[in-house]
């Protein structure tokens, strides 16, 4: 009896004890979060520690000991499609969704530019307590001030510097669990209770800084004294900037201390503002000054202190014009200046971990800067994407990086590049479709599909348009010239879909086939291409399909944004004025700006002009099923039957979602956009000249375009899409699992 009672009363101790335990779990969870992982970490003198710097490694405690640990990271974007970052539109299930497809490539850390809502660090934690050995480590990123900076052009400016204090405590805050962030535009707020703090791998602070902002800093805060931090400090030689970043790196570890962890720090820097020299760079800004992480020393941070840098391989310019980057070769004996820069970069850093957080190229038909070795921003298909982001990847790697950041995740059509913002008008309204002529919009791994991806192939097989419902999904076209059955024509948040049934077979050889569109008056009404047809009103824009390398989209002369911007505008190119004048009869060729013209005293020395060539339409399919699959099919032809797919841009559309086309007119500083009804769209049929002859073809009539009736819809104000695994993202799971 006396020991069943024994037994007892040793029962409720435990249960006492248990209950204490959970009591004081409660205690430390209203301070440091709810669901508080068990993650194995070491300890001394009361201060965490899951990862440290050692020399120019990283290292993570496992296992008892302090191990090499080698970044394997994926960038996160803040958004989908018809959202803007700051609407935070991304859901939990999606991120839940996105972190075990990014595990499967053998990634282990995700990297985010700034405070995200309270849902998605529940969605980490649990997620990684599901997944306890192969969990997914969080690089936490902190926005700056940055427009204010760029409009300011002075750091110290107490509304800045508070501002960024400010987003300091809320970061850390979020990623413990332990505030509330008051509502905001443009920010996440709410009631953070998840501590994803021991999942934390590194800090990330600030933003790309402006070259201009950074040097006015510099000259306005001259005498500013150096003053000790806490846990990190400039040293002597730092600059008034590089002070005031030493300044808020401490000011980051004090506030992460009261929770008794320490992360690595580290301070967002690129290719613009490192402390290199880059005799090669045309533009002065681009080489204007330094911000230099070996100016901050973190000595009283056992976490340690890293460099970080955004390293893409096709900008600054300098990248295929700065014969010093020459100097190394790579497998075939080809200049690397790629790895090159690296090397030269490593080098500089010595003694600390030094990583590549954004590096990537784009899967988009449009492209921005050239690039060497055909590493170009744009141009390439998504399996040219994973080729390119591997190569770059393993360069970062073999040249002693401590791990580097794919630029990223998923593709965000709210992004902008600086060749088509003039064209996209409202800009407000840019994340309502997808520019494929926009290469910022199309860098993820995961893509995000205009909504009819998967209900329109691109292949020469009309069945798919037949499963569409008339007048709801497609719409017939009149066909006033002979050889043409029907033609049928649809449209979704990135293309306008054409298909044609031919009376006889397309042969190539003997034939093009032609596409005009008009939105509104101007354009074309006579035309080489038009052979003998009279319109009564002229042609925008022209698609002729012939051979495959004479496949491609053209915009009359006087409409051609390219012209009117860079030839009237700012003189760089030739316009003859023959080519200004309404129904001129030329159509040009649809190009982008590359590279501007520059002498000097605006740079170092002359560059030329440089545009590409993006309306070359390629043949093949977009079928993902396919071997043959193409991400930048345009069209496909087969017997009688042709498909295919216009980016919305080459059509002279500013945002088909509220149907705004750029019009005729030049305000002088601006494009100036108007609404139209809609795309008349005429299909005709041109006989070769060695075939039929000389002389205007078959088809040599009058016709009305105005008569036609335009292809039209209902604006959308919610943007549909797809999402789907692009080959790229193939790619980089092997690269990811075979790396160390």
């Not at 954004?358 to 050239?370: I, K, Q, R, Y």
């Not at 790229?728 to 799971?733: F, L, Q, T, V």
């Given at each position: 009896m006396k020991k069943r009672r024994s037994l007892v009363w040793t029962g409720m101790l435990i249960v006492l004890v248990v209950a204490a335990g959970l009591g004081a779990a409660a205690f430390m969870n209203s301070r440091y979060g709810w669901m508080t992982p068990a993650v194995e970490r070491f300890e001394a003198n009361g201060i965490q520690l899951k990862f440290r710097t050692a020399g120019d490694q990283l290292e993570r405690y496992e296992n008892g000991e302090w191990k090499p640990f080698l970044v394997k990271g994926i960038d996160l974007g803040a958004t989908v499609p018809g959202h803007d970052p700051g609407e935070l539109a991304v859901t939990k299930e999606q991120y839940t969704r996105w972190f075990g497809q990014i595990a499967a490539t053998g990634a282990n850390t995700i990297r985010v530019y700034t405070i995200l809502p309270p849902y998605f660090y529940e969605a980490l934690v649990a997620f990684n307590r599901k997944h306890a050995d192969t969990p997914l480590y969080l690089m936490q990123g902190i926005w700056s001030p940055e427009e204010k900076l760029i409009e300011l052009k002075d750091a110290y400016l107490p509304e800045i510097k508070e501002a960024f204090e400010e987003e300091i405590v809320h970061a850390v805050g979020a990623v413990y669990g332990d505030t509330t962030i008051p509502p905001k535009p443009g920010k996440a707020s709410g009631k953070y209770k998840a501590n994803a703090g021991p999942y934390v791998i590194g800090w990330h602070l600030g933003t790309e800084w402006d070259p201009v902002m950074v040097t006015k800093t510099n000259e306005k805060h001259a005498a500013v004294p150096v003053a000790e931090g806490t846990h990190v400090t400039a040293k002597p030689e730092a600059s008034p900037f590089e002070r005031w970043l030493a300044g808020l790196l401490d000011d980051l570890a004090t506030e992460e201390q009261k929770r008794n962890w320490q992360h690595p720090l580290a301070f967002t820097n690129w290719v613009t503002t490192d402390p290199l020299a880059h005799p090669g760079e045309v533009l002065y800004n681009e080489d204007l000054v330094s911000v230099d992480p070996m100016h901050v020393t973190a000595g009283d941070w056992l976490a340690g202190y890293y460099a970080a840098y955004h390293v893409y391989p096709y900008y600054p310019d300098f990248f295929r014009i700065d014969q010093t980057l020459n100097d190394v070769t790579d497998a075939e004996g080809n200049p690397d200046p790629y790895r090159s820069y690296l090397r030269k970069l490593k080098a500089h850093h010595a003694g600390i971990p030094i990583m590549v957080t954004e590096f990537g190229v784009p899967s988009s038909l449009g492209l921005a800067h050239l690039g060497p070795g055909g590493r170009d921003q744009g141009g390439h298909t998504e399996q040219e994407q994973g080729d390119i982001n591997v190569a770059m990847y393993r360069t970062i790697i073999e040249e002693g990086y401590a791990g580097a950041a794919l630029f990223s995740w998923q593709d965000e059509w709210f992004k902008k590049t600086w060749n088509t913002m003039p064209f996209e008008l409202p800009a407000d309204r840019r994340a309502m479709w997808l520019n494929v002529l926009t290469n910022e919009q199309m860098f993820g791994i995961l893509g995000m599909y205009p909504s009819k991806e998967e209900k329109i192939t691109i292949n020469g097989d009309a069945s798919d348009w037949k499963k569409l419902k008339k007048g709801k999904d497609k719409f017939r076209l009149e066909t006033p010239l002979p050889g043409w059955k029907e033609v049928w024509a649809a449209h979704d948040e990135g293309y306008l879909y054409l298909m044609g049934e031919l009376e006889q077979p397309f042969d190539a050889e003997r034939q093009l086939l032609r596409f005009g569109f008009s939105t509104q008056a101007g354009g074309n009404k006579h035309a080489a291409e038009l052979g003998g047809i009279v319109l009564d009103e002229g042609l925008d824009t022209l698609l002729t399909i012939g051979r495959d390398d004479e496949t491609e989209m053209t915009i009359a002369s006087n409409y051609d944004f390219q012209s009117r911007l860079y030839g009237t505008r700012y003189g760089m190119i030739p316009y003859p004025e023959?080519?200004?004048?309404?129904?001129?009869?030329?159509?040009?060729?649809?190009?982008?700006?590359?590279?501007?013209?520059?002498?000097?005293?605006?740079?170092?020395?002359?560059?030329?002009?440089?545009?590409?060539?993006?309306?070359?339409?390629?043949?093949?399919?977009?079928?993902?099923?396919?071997?043959?699959?193409?991400?930048?099919?345009?069209?496909?032809?087969?017997?009688?039957?042709?498909?295919?797919?216009?980016?919305?841009?080459?059509?002279?559309?500013?945002?088909?979602?509220?149907?705004?086309?750029?019009?005729?007119?030049?305000?002088?500083?601006?494009?100036?956009?108007?609404?139209?009804?809609?795309?008349?769209?005429?299909?005709?049929?041109?006989?070769?000249?060695?075939a039929a002859g000389a002389g205007a073809g078959s088809a040599a009539k009058q016709v009305s375009l105005e008569a036609i009736k335009p292809y039209t819809w209902d604006g959308w104000n919610v943007a549909q899409y797809v999402e789907r695994l692009k080959p790229s993202y193939e790619r980089m799971k092997e690269a990811f699992n075979s790396a160390p």
């Amino acid at each position: 009896m006396k020991k069943r009672r024994s037994l007892v009363w040793t029962g409720m101790l435990i249960v006492l004890v248990v209950a204490a335990g959970l009591g004081a779990a409660a205690f430390m969870n209203s301070r440091y979060g709810w669901m508080t992982p068990a993650v194995e970490r070491f300890e001394a003198n009361g201060i965490q520690l899951k990862f440290r710097t050692a020399g120019d490694q990283l290292e993570r405690y496992e296992n008892g000991e302090w191990k090499p640990f080698l970044v394997k990271g994926i960038d996160l974007g803040a958004t989908v499609p018809g959202h803007d970052p700051g609407e935070l539109a991304v859901t939990k299930e999606q991120y839940t969704r996105w972190f075990g497809q990014i595990a499967a490539t053998g990634a282990n850390t995700i990297r985010v530019y700034t405070i995200l809502p309270p849902y998605f660090y529940e969605a980490l934690v649990a997620f990684n307590r599901k997944h306890a050995d192969t969990p997914l480590y969080l690089m936490q990123g902190i926005w700056s001030p940055e427009e204010k900076l760029i409009e300011l052009k002075d750091a110290y400016l107490p509304e800045i510097k508070e501002a960024f204090e400010e987003e300091i405590v809320h970061a850390v805050g979020a990623v413990y669990g332990d505030t509330t962030i008051p509502p905001k535009p443009g920010k996440a707020s709410g009631k953070y209770k998840a501590n994803a703090g021991p999942y934390v791998i590194g800090w990330h602070l600030g933003t790309e800084w402006d070259p201009v902002m950074v040097t006015k800093t510099n000259e306005k805060h001259a005498a500013v004294p150096v003053a000790e931090g806490t846990h990190v400090t400039a040293k002597p030689e730092a600059s008034p900037f590089e002070r005031w970043l030493a300044g808020l790196l401490d000011d980051l570890a004090t506030e992460e201390q009261k929770r008794n962890w320490q992360h690595p720090l580290a301070f967002t820097n690129w290719v613009t503002t490192d402390p290199l020299a880059h005799p090669g760079e045309v533009l002065y800004n681009e080489d204007l000054v330094s911000v230099d992480p070996m100016h901050v020393t973190a000595g009283d941070w056992l976490a340690g202190y890293y460099a970080a840098y955004h390293v893409y391989p096709y900008y600054p310019d300098f990248f295929r014009i700065d014969q010093t980057l020459n100097d190394v070769t790579d497998a075939e004996g080809n200049p690397d200046p790629y790895r090159s820069y690296l090397r030269k970069l490593k080098a500089h850093h010595a003694g600390i971990p030094i990583m590549v957080t954004e590096f990537g190229v784009p899967s988009s038909l449009g492209l921005a800067h050239l690039g060497p070795g055909g590493r170009d921003q744009g141009g390439h298909t998504e399996q040219e994407q994973g080729d390119i982001n591997v190569a770059m990847y393993r360069t970062i790697i073999e040249e002693g990086y401590a791990g580097a950041a794919l630029f990223s995740w998923q593709d965000e059509w709210f992004k902008k590049t600086w060749n088509t913002m003039p064209f996209e008008l409202p800009a407000d309204r840019r994340a309502m479709w997808l520019n494929v002529l926009t290469n910022e919009q199309m860098f993820g791994i995961l893509g995000m599909y205009p909504s009819k991806e998967e209900k329109i192939t691109i292949n020469g097989d009309a069945s798919d348009w037949k499963k569409l419902k008339k007048g709801k999904d497609k719409f017939r076209l009149e066909t006033p010239l002979p050889g043409w059955k029907e033609v049928w024509a649809a449209h979704d948040e990135g293309y306008l879909y054409l298909m044609g049934e031919l009376e006889q077979p397309f042969d190539a050889e003997r034939q093009l086939l032609r596409f005009g569109f008009s939105t509104q008056a101007g354009g074309n009404k006579h035309a080489a291409e038009l052979g003998g047809i009279v319109l009564d009103e002229g042609l925008d824009t022209l698609l002729t399909i012939g051979r495959d390398d004479e496949t491609e989209m053209t915009i009359a002369s006087n409409y051609d944004f390219q012209s009117r911007l860079y030839g009237t505008r700012y003189g760089m190119i030739p316009y003859p004025e023959e080519q200004q004048k309404d129904d001129s009869g030329v159509f040009l060729p649809w190009k982008l700006t590359v590279g501007l013209a520059m002498e000097p005293p605006d740079s170092k020395f002359n560059m030329p002009f440089e545009d590409v060539l993006v309306g070359k339409l390629q043949r093949g399919t977009n079928d993902f099923s396919s071997t043959q699959y193409n991400s930048l099919a345009g069209w496909e032809a087969k017997g009688t039957t042709v498909e295919v797919r216009i980016p919305w841009m080459m059509l002279g559309f500013s945002d088909p979602s509220s149907k705004q086309v750029i019009t005729y007119e030049d305000s002088g500083k601006a494009f100036l956009t108007k609404a139209t009804e809609g795309v008349r769209i005429l299909p005709w049929i041109s006989e070769r000249a060695e075939a039929a002859g000389a002389g205007a073809g078959s088809a040599a009539k009058q016709v009305s375009l105005e008569a036609i009736k335009p292809y039209t819809w209902d604006g959308w104000n919610v943007a549909q899409y797809v999402e789907r695994l692009k080959p790229s993202y193939e790619r980089m799971k092997e690269a990811f699992n075979s790396a160390p």
